[in-house]
């Protein structure tokens, strides 16, 4: 018995770290198969419509099968995986051929073990890995299925197949197609490890591999989150905005920190600020959600609870299902 409860608990972990992982580093390879309208849609959570555009091109083809991953990827954003599981198995079925499908198939897999019975978990995993495996050879370069192996090495146990010396082949495997994420898939196996000195030389490696990339700096700067290192982190938005002050979600990044480390409420709106003024155009409705959540709390630590009030009510009108804001609201009323 102590050995089914053991692969049910380490098929949880290793579901809850395919789908945080693989929802965050696979969206753009994942929206590639949807036309920049449908991509819009499916950003601004209007995924009623977004299907309707989806169900417009498979009226003309049925087997059409970026359209039926399109549709899977609809899916996946509203947290469902399992009618997502159903349409990449249809794309699977009219092209067998491509990773992209095999990835995402496994990807919803993945996401459904969270909450399968611990008798279930086990069988789930190892679809998960044949999935990443066939991804990984119809496309011995894509990054993103070697990034699904990485999770799945590293979080299953040995007898499902788990092996932190394979996951750590992969991101060497990785480095030859992608210098930067090679070294940010190493930096995050060594953390894993607890080899802390060894996670922040990679990370740092992989910034130096990238230095016009954000994602380089996004991934140091959560590894000093994670150690609370809140003005190293700081430091990395900073350095990036130095190589790219287009990137301007770094001033709400930098405005999170300080939230957390619960520092310098001024700059905190100031930092806020500078990104409303600008948005990126795909900026999604979760990030304005944020920003106002940020400008409610600066509005409360100043006593000004009419005013912390209607920013937090602004920021549950981008995004309802913001708890934070939703508790803050309640502590304001």
Not at 165 to 189: N, P, V
Not at 287 to 298: K, R
Request: net charge neutral; charged share 25%; hydrophobic share 40%.
């Amino acid at each position: 018995m102590r050995v089914h409860l053991f692969a049910g608990m380490a098929a949880t972990a290793l579901a809850t770290a395919l789908a945080t992982a693989l929802a965050t580093a696979l969206a753009g390879a994942a929206h590639a198969q949807c036309s920049p309208a449908v991509q819009k849609l499916v950003t601004d959570h209007k995924f009623d419509e977004a299907r309707a555009e989806v169900r417009t091109l498979l009226a003309k083809n049925d087997k059409d099968d970026a359209a039926l991953h399109c549709m899977g990827i609809t899916y996946m954003e509203q947290d469902d995986s399992k009618h997502a599981e159903d349409w990449f198995e249809k794309a699977v079925a009219a092209n067998d051929k491509s990773s992209a499908h095999h990835l995402w198939l496994g990807n919803s897999i993945g996401d459904q073990a969270q909450h399968a019975s611990k008798f279930k978990q086990p069988f789930m995993a190892r679809r998960v890995k044949s999935e990443f495996e066939r991804a990984v050879e119809l496309d011995p370069t894509s990054v993103d299925a070697r990034t699904g192996l990485i999770q799945f090495y590293s979080m299953a146990p040995g007898f499902m197949g788990g092996s932190m010396d394979k996951a750590k082949e992969q991101a060497r495997e990785i480095e030859k197609t992608s210098l930067w994420r090679g070294h940010r898939e190493m930096g995050s196996l060594l953390e894993h490890d607890k080899d802390i000195a060894g996670a922040e030389k990679e990370f740092q490696a992989s910034v130096a591999a990238a230095p016009d990339s954000g994602a380089p700096y996004n991934a140091l700067a959560g590894f000093f989150r994670r150690q609370k290192r809140w003005d190293d982190a700081l430091a990395t938005y900073e350095n990036l905005l130095k190589h790219r002050p287009d990137l301007v979600t770094a001033h709400l990044a930098m405005a999170s920190v300080l939230n957390s480390a619960g520092q310098d409420p001024a700059r905190m709106e100031r930092e806020t600020r500078v990104w409303l003024a600008a948005p990126p155009a795909d900026a999604s409705k979760l990030n304005f959600s944020a920003a106002h959540y940020f400008l409610g709390q600066v509005a409360e630590k100043q006593g000004k609870r009419d005013v912390a009030k209607a920013e937090y009510q602004q920021s549950l009108t981008f995004n309802p299902g913001n708890n934070d804001a939703k508790k803050a609201l309640d502590n304001v009323k």
